[in-house]
């Protein structure tokens, strides 16, 4: 099983741009998006949901208001400051459990935690395993941890060796998640300042996790000079720099339309460094 | 008067508006900066500010005197996140899936644990020309962003303003960075993924009881539904920003928009004028 993993650093750069046109351009394949906080692969691929499930992950606490003698020792215990004037709040509460079991008159239950639902759907490019997290929850690490999960089994069900995964923005619990034992992760970033310092942090992540990685500058034409940097950063990293994208509306214009660029427009400008993107992507995987 | 600034979606100008503000407040009142998108960090690149003081964050986490230990397994029954196991006479601590609650310690029946601070990232205070600037920077590799931003957050100033940017998404390192805010700012774009998340975002708003407005950024290109689901959901759209090639290109050449475009102080100024007449 192959699994390429699409991050970026900072957001907004074109992660699920290119995801969508790589769904179009690629052969069998299943999709997955990992960006569970903030999911918009869908908008791109026109899902038909097969399947939807419940997420369960962690407990939260609840303080019985009858049995509570109003001691405080949970309240001083907390080391997540989630218990006020006697009650836990839902958002906050880490779900550790200290405080139901010191509690003297046995009042806090820990209470199982709806954190979210994934589904399993049909597009017309292949299944797509996608996620919802609940408002204001936790673990979105390992909501995506089993999207991917479900991602690799729908795969290895239908026979298709390959998973293109649409990955979070940042550096840390979500993107770990959906980074650790991928074959290939393929940076797209942007030539600006933030993009650039961003693009070197989740390049380390990806060394820590000794994930090979790819660079995809999109928008290159903002700032050639940063191109440039990306490019020599990169060069002294042993990491290629695969494809330059334009700045192009089209992009927006197509996300509109709620369809993959590559099916938007023709314009080889445009058109002909995505699609080198995935031969590249698709080489680096075939060689794996 | 504490305002934050989140989005849902990544690259909607987050960054933008909390530097813009900073800057065209500055002199008028006190102006603390929070950059609490501890995962990638950004405000520093348009505050230049001048470091003054780098503090580590480091949480608890269990440290076993194998010499008291008598393999009962109590630890690991009581850890709510398994970052904790007993195989046979050796017990492993897997740092990075310690949240730091200090349960294991506290029920270890024979004393053998105390706790030792683990450091998962750095937070940093600055001056950048009379604002208070404050980042906190997560460590590579290091999953948890949470304890770093309630740490940035101490610095939360007592006077005039305090801004906070927060980092993309809407889960829990979003929530720890609004949470306490009086006014949360989400910048968002005309397209279907700056309308699906701007959704989450005031999902989230209505979640925290928090007082909330819309800045769309980048209008002329994409469509209009991001503007009349907030005129729908009656959310007020406290500013526009065009997509203009000249805010895209010094901006990603790290020069801040009041320098590029000084015109665009007014109407910092006429935002913050409108979030306190919203917030009273």
């Known amino acids: 099983m192959k699994e390429v993993v699409v991050l970026s650093g900072k957001g907004g750069t074109g992660k699920t741009s290119v995801v969508g046109a790589f769904a179009a351009l690629a052969g069998r394949k299943v999709l997955s998006d990992c960006d569970v906080d903030a999911a918009d692969l869908h908008l791109l691929l026109s899902p038909t949901p097969l399947e939807e499930h419940e997420f369960w992950s962690g407990q939260v606490a609840e303080i019985d208001a009858e049995k509570c003698t109003r001691c405080g020792l949970c309240e001083e215990a907390c080391r997540f400051d989630a218990i006020h004037d006697f009650t836990a709040a839902r958002v906050g509460c880490e779900g550790c459990g200290l405080c139901a079991r010191i509690c003297p008159a046995e009042a806090i239950r820990m209470k199982e935690n709806l954190a979210g639902h994934w589904f399993v759907s049909e597009t017309r490019f292949g299944p797509l395993v996608h996620a919802k997290l609940g408002i204001a929850q936790e673990n979105s690490g390992k909501l995506v941890h089993l999207v991917r999960q479900k991602a690799k089994e729908t795969a290895e069900h239908a026979g298709i060796e390959v998973t293109i995964n649409d990955g979070p923005p940042g550096i840390g619990c979500a993107v770990i998640s959906s980074l650790s034992g991928a074959s290939l992760a393929c940076i797209v970033t942007e030539p600006s300042i933030s993009g650039i310092h961003d693009m070197e942090r989740v390049l380390s992540v990806c060394r820590h996790f000794s994930v090979p990685a790819m660079v995809c500058v999109n928008k290159f034409d903002i700032n050639e000079e940063g191109t440039r940097q990306i490019e020599e950063y990169c060069a002294g990293e042993g990491i290629d720099v695969v494809s330059k994208i334009p700045f192009d509306t089209k992009v927006t214009e197509a996300q509109v339309q709620g369809v993959p660029i590559v099916e938007y427009t023709d314009d080889e400008r445009l058109v002909g460094p995505i699609a080198g993107a995935w031969k590249a992507v698709s080489a680096r995987l075939d060689a794996a | ?280």
Do not use: W
């Open chain 2, 1 to 280: 008067m504490i305002v934050s600034i989140a989005s849902g979606k990544g690259g909607t100008g987050k960054t933008l508006v909390a530097t813009s503000l900073a800057h065209a407040l500055k002199g008028r009142m006190p102006v603390t900066l929070l950059d609490c998108d501890v995962e990638e960090p950004n405000d520093h690149i348009y505050m230049h500010a001048r470091l003054l003081r780098t503090e580590p964050v480091t949480i608890p986490v269990p440290f076993v005197d194998e010499s008291k230990c008598i393999s009962c397994g109590m630890c690991h029954d009581v850890c709510a996140f398994n970052a904790i196991a007993v195989l046979g006479s050796a017990v492993l601590v897997f740092k990075e899936l310690c949240h730091g609650c200090g349960a294991c310690s506290r029920f270890c029946p024979v004393g053998a644990i105390t706790e030792v601070p683990h450091e998962i990232g750095v937070v940093e205070e600055g001056d950048a020309d009379g604002i208070r600037f404050i980042d906190g920077v997560l460590t590579i590799g290091q999953p948890m962003a949470p304890p770093i931003i309630r740490q940035v957050k101490q610095y939360t100033g007592t006077e005039g303003v305090t801004i906070i940017d927060a980092s993309p998404g809407t889960s829990c390192p979003v929530v720890e960075a609004v949470k306490g805010s009086d006014f949360c700012i989400l910048v968002t774009e005309p397209t279907p993924f700056g309308l699906n998340d701007l959704r989450l975002a005031v999902e989230t708003m209505r979640e925290l009881g928090l007082p909330h407005g819309a800045i769309i950024n980048r209008v002329g290109v994409g469509d209009t539904r991001t503007e009349e689901y907030c005129r729908d959901e009656g959310i007020p759209v406290l500013m526009t920003i065009p997509l203009d090639e000249r805010i895209a290109r010094s901006y990603s050449r790290g020069v801040p928009l009041l320098e590029a475009l000084p015109e665009y102080r007014e109407r910092f100024l006429d935002l913050y004028k409108r979030i306190r007449e919203l917030v009273v």
